[in-house]
C-alpha cells in the first residue's frame, strides 16, 4: 500500500515522467531483458527460439577464435580512444575557457564541429586512398619515404590504426561540450581562497579547486567517451568494410551486427551483445569509483 499512497501522493509528478518512463521501457528495458533471453537459445528469426542454455557463450570463449580477435580489437579502441579523447576534450575546454565569449564559441564550434560531420567518411577515404592520388600515400612518394602506395584502408597492418586515428578526430562530442559548460560554472570565490591559502600555479588550480567542483561533468564524459570508444562500428564499417580484411579491425560491435543483421543468428548476436553489456558495465563502475576520489561531495 505503501506505493500506491506515493503514487496518488504524487501524481502529477508521476505523470510527468510516465511518457519517459514507456518509451524507456518499450526501447530500453524490453530489448536489453529480451537480448539476455535470446542469448541462451538458437533463433534465426524465421523459426521460434530454441533454448540451448549456455551453448552460445561456450561457443563464444572457447571455440569463436575471431571473437577473440574482435573483443581484443575493441578494447584495444576503449583504452587508447576513450582515454585519449577523454583528457583532450577536458584539456582543450580547460584552454578555450581562459578566452572571453565570442572567440570561445567560435573555438567550440571548431572543436566539436568533426562529430556534427563525422558522417563525411569520403573525406578520410580520400585521404587514406591506396593508390597513388590519395593525399598521404602522394605525400611520402613525394618525399622518397615510399616507393609505392599502400593500401591503407585494406591492408590488416594498418587499417585499425587509421580507424583509430579517424575515431579521435570524432571524439569531440557531448562530453567535450559538458566541460565547456562545466568550466564557466566554477565557485570565482574558490579561488581566490586558494591563492590566499597558497596556490600559486593554474595546474594547483585545476587539481586542487578546478577537478573537485567538475565531478559531474567529469562522470558525465566519461560515460560518453566509453560508450564512444566500446560501441565504434560505423566509422569502421565505412572505411574497412563489413568485415574488414581477416577481421584486423572489427569490433565486438561490428562481429555483432555481422551475426545480427547478415547470418541472423540472433541468439549468437545476443550473447555477443550481453558480453559487451557487462564488459561497459563494469568499466563504467571502475571509472566512477576512480572519479569519486575527486569529488568534492
Request: proline share 4%; aromatic share 18%; net charge positive.
Amino acid at each position: 500500500m505503501g506505493l500506491i499512497e506515493d503514487i496518488k501522493k504524487n501524481k502529477a509528478s508521476y505523470l510527468m515522467i510516465a511518457p519517459y518512463m514507456l518509451l524507456f521501457t518499450i526501447f530500453t528495458l524490453i530489448p536489453v531483458i529480451s537480448s539476455i533471453f535470446l542469448s541462451f537459445t538458437n533463433y534465426n528469426m524465421l523459426q521460434p527460439p530454441k533454448w540451448v542454455g549456455w551453448a552460445n557463450y561456450i561457443r563464444l570463449f572457447l571455440a569463436d577464435k575471431i571473437f577473440i580477435k574482435v573483443l581484443r580489437n575493441t578494447f584495444i579502441f576503449a583504452f587508447l580512444t576513450g582515454p585519449l579523447s577523454y583528457f583532450m576534450s577536458f584539456f582543450l575546454a580547460w584552454f578555450i575557457s581562459e578566452f572571453n565569449p565570442k572567440i570561445r564559441a567560435i573555438l567550440t564550434l571548431i572543436f566539436y564541429s568533426p562529430s556534427l560531420a563525422g558522417n563525411v567518411f569520403f573525406i578520410w577515404a580520400f585521404i587514406f586512398s591506396g593508390d597513388a592520388y590519395g593525399l598521404i600515400n602522394g605525400w611520402l612518394m613525394r618525399l622518397g619515404i615510399l616507393k609505392e602506395p599502400i593500401n591503407w584502408l585494406q591492408d590488416p597492418n594498418y587499417v585499425l590504426w587509421v580507424i583509430i586515428i579517424v575515431q579521435l578526430w570524432l571524439s569531440l562530442g557531448a562530453g567535450f561540450l559538458a566541460f565547456v559548460a562545466g568550466f564557466q560554472n566554477l565557485d570565482k570565490e574558490l579561488f581566490e581562497a586558494g591563492a590566499i591559502d597558497g596556490i600559486k600555479n593554474r595546474f594547483q588550480e585545476l587539481f586542487y579547486i578546478t577537478i573537485p567542483q567538475m565531478a559531474p561533468q567529469l562522470m558525465f564524459g566519461a560515460v560518453m567517451q566509453i560508450g564512444a570508444s566500446f560501441g565504434v562500428s560505423t566509422v569502421v564499417i565505412a572505411l574497412g568494410g563489413l568485415p574488414t580484411r581477416q577481421y584486423s579491425a572489427d569490433t565486438v560491435v561490428t562481429y555483432l551486427i555481422d551475426y545480427g543483421t547478415v547470418r541472423f543468428e540472433m541468439g549468437y548476436a545476443s550473447a555477443i551483445a550481453v558480453v559487451l553489456f557487462i564488459a561497459m558495465l563494469i568499466t563504467n563502475k571502475v571509472i566512477a569509483a576512480i572519479l569519486k576520489r575527486y569529488s568534492t561531495e
